[in-house]
């Protein structure tokens, strides 16, 4: 069926919005639990309690991506809509639970994995549903719909503070939980228009069959060369992505003490973002093809100089200029990933193109914040991992510039197979006349000497 490019859609964008907010709003919020997490559970001489505490923030967030590759199948055999509702449900129950904690260790499976996994079930499917709706504005309303985040991820910190002091770190937990509770109705607006492969068995014989293996796990994706140079490079350039939200304001903190309202960076990084997520996604519907990518790279060399650019800054409003830089660019590379997955691999495909991507992502996500924690731990200072939290994202970027070229030359070949097919078929043709006509000649001759 061809995309409404509206109607309903309208409806599903908006849930998928709160998706998106609900979800990375409070992953991305992750820097103020995190100091509250240290002061709650840090009480002892552990020398190691930086790089323990990391732990949690950052396996939750590469939980929401090392699910994504068993989301998208399920997405595919179930549906968008029960498997964004079943997700949601999971990540309220698992934030539920890390209310009731009283170590850093249980946090490690109700926040870390349950909670995450929750959110992973229902982060995918808001972004697959909007290609059902959406063909000519995906990249608007990506960028609409990726602009959630930003707005959550602008005014979570300060409520996070404000609920915190006033009521501590677990009623807090609490309070977050109903964005899941209400992420859990918004998925019932996920009604699909594109037919999957459980409607099209069910139509049939009027109950469900699972589909072929090789449907269920469809590596055929791995098969275009341009969406394996996107595979690879995307997780190259992401090992030091996440560093700056869970570390940051614990790096304000050694630096400026309390001289400073730490939040404020956060209200930069999710401001900007949500600016570059609706002008870079509206710019995205004119770059034509996979030249979209482009996009990515400029985005992941800005944020590779600006992580860069967090130990050089000794005076504050330094640092607010790097978070808005930060975040304009990372609104950019955030807002396009679903409309690259729609041209390297077509619609038909992109549930588990994207899945498999965001599964690769979660490996580099995951080790990158412990990482940055334990040289925190041993030499007393974020100045050296954020200096090599910037290296990744320029040499993944140098890596997303052969795409287009590849993807270009790639086409060309698809092209030229049919015009092949077709002149070998009107070979075939011309000769069977000819033929055809060498056999009636000498029978019309005999008949006419008869």
């Known amino acids: 069926a061809e995309p409404p490019e509206g109607g309903w859609g309208w409806a599903v964008m908006l849930a998928a919005m709160w998706c998106n907010g609900a979800v990375f709003g409070i992953q991305n919020s992750c820097g103020v639990l995190f100091v509250s997490m240290l002061e709650l559970f840090g009480g002892g001489k552990d020398e190691q309690m930086v790089f323990k505490t990391a732990w949690v923030s950052s396996l939750s967030m590469g939980m929401v991506f090392f699910c994504s590759p068993i989301v998208s199948i399920f997405t595919d055999l179930f549906g968008c809509r029960k498997v964004a509702v079943t997700g949601a449900a999971v990540g309220f129950l698992g934030l539920l639970s890390s209310s009731f904690v009283r170590t850093i260790?249980?946090?490690?499976?109700?926040?870390?994995?349950?909670?995450?996994?929750?959110?992973?079930?229902?982060?995918?499917?808001?972004?697959?549903?909007?290609?059902?709706?959406?063909?000519?504005?995906?990249?608007?309303?990506?960028?609409?719909?990726?602009?959630?985040?930003?707005?959550?991820?602008?005014?979570?910190?300060?409520?996070?503070?404000?609920?915190?002091?006033?009521?501590?770190?677990?009623?807090?937990?609490?309070?977050?939980?109903?964005?899941?509770?209400?992420l859990f109705l918004a998925g019932f607006t996920y009604k699909p228009v594109v037919s999957n492969a459980k409607d099209k068995e069910g139509g049939k014989r009027g109950k469900f069959r699972f589909p072929p293996e090789k449907k269920i796990c469809n590596f055929s994706v791995f098969k275009v060369p341009s969406y394996r140079i996107w595979a690879f490079g995307i997780p190259a350039a992401l090992f030091g992505y996440f560093v700056p939200y869970v570390h940051l304001m614990k790096h304000v903190k050694d630096r400026f003490h309390d001289g400073v309202q730490e939040e404020v960076l956060l209200l930069c990084l999710g401001i900007t973002s949500g600016v570059g997520r609706l002008i870079f996604g509206r710019v995205a519907d004119y770059i034509p093809g996979a030249k979209k990518v482009y996009l990515q790279v400029a985005s992941f060399f800005f944020i590779g100089l600006m992580s860069m650019m967090?130990?050089?800054?000794?005076?504050?409003?330094?640092?607010?200029?790097?978070?808005?830089?930060?975040?304009?660019?990372?609104?950019?590379?955030?807002?396009?990933?679903?409309?690259?997955?729609?041209?390297?691999?077509?619609?038909?495909?992109?549930?588990?193109?994207?899945?498999?991507?965001?599964?690769?992502?979660?490996?580099?996500?995951?080790?990158?914040?412990?990482?940055?924690?334990?040289l925190y731990d041993v030499l007393g200072s974020y100045d050296v991992a954020f200096y090599l939290a910037g290296v990744p994202p320029l040499i993944g970027g140098a890596i997303l510039c052969f795409i287009p070229w590849v993807h270009e030359r790639q086409k060309l070949k698809e092209r030229a197979k049919p015009v092949d097919g077709e002149t070998t078929e009107k070979m075939l043709e011309n000769e069977n006349t000819l033929v055809s006509d060498t056999t009636v000649k000498p029978v019309k001759e005999m008949e006419s000497g008869v």
Request: with cysteine; aromatic share 12%.
């Open 310 to 374: 967090i130990p050089l800054c000794h005076v504050f409003g330094g640092l607010i200029a790097v978070c808005l830089f930060m975040g304009l660019f990372d609104g950019c590379f955030i807002c396009i990933m679903a409309p690259i997955a729609f041209e390297l691999v077509g619609a038909q495909d992109v549930s588990q193109a994207i899945g498999f991507l965001l599964g690769f992502m979660s490996i580099p996500m995951t080790v990158g914040p412990p990482i940055a924690g334990l």
């Open 105 to 182: 260790e249980p946090l490690y499976f109700t926040y870390g994995i349950l909670f995450a996994c929750g959110c992973s079930f229902a982060y995918q499917p808001s972004l697959v549903i909007l290609g059902h709706y959406f063909k000519k504005r995906l990249g608007l309303v990506n960028g609409i719909v990726t602009a959630g985040s930003s707005l959550f991820t602008v005014s979570l910190p300060f409520l996070l503070k404000v609920l915190i002091n006033s009521v501590g770190l677990h009623n807090t937990l609490r309070v977050l939980s109903i964005l899941m509770f209400i």
